[in-house]
């Protein structure tokens, strides 16, 4: 069983920056896709990017050159910087960690991102 768990979301101003973190536990880190989704309210649940054990990364081309995805499998850690956040990226931000052995999804609960002045 794989624990997901998210944290960092908050408030924060257009053009302000944030970094979420996302801790997976109870299995090998390194045969799992790691991603992030959110979903704002009245939206179905979206993409915004994801990274392979090696570090190949994909995004949505909603936050390309503004946010990045990034990995320390030593620590069992994805994280998401988001830089020049505007209000259309509030939402709640969920990680995903995928097996590439099973196919099975992990979900964590979720980190609320606002942003509004």
């Known amino acids: 069983q794989v624990q997901v768990v998210e944290s960092g979301g908050g408030l924060v101003q257009p053009g302000g920056s944030l970094t979420l973190s996302c801790a997976a536990s109870?299995?090998?880190?390194?045969?799992?896709?790691m991603g992030w989704f959110r979903q704002a309210p009245g939206k179905q649940r979206e993409l915004v990017a994801d990274?392979?054990?090696?570090?190949?990364?994909n995004y949505a081309d909603f936050v390309k050159g503004r946010f990045t995805i990034s990995r320390d499998n030593a620590k069992n850690t994805v994280y998401l910087r988001m830089n020049n956040l505007k209000p259309e990226d509030t939402a709640v931000y969920y990680c995903?960690?995928?097996?590439?052995?099973?196919?099975?999804?992990?979900w964590g609960q979720g980190t609320q991102v606002t942003v509004s002045s």
């Open positions: 995903r960690a995928h097996s590439t052995v099973t196919s099975y999804d992990y």
């Open positions: 109870g299995s090998i880190f390194g045969i799992y896709v």
């Open positions: 990274i392979s054990s090696g570090g190949s990364t």
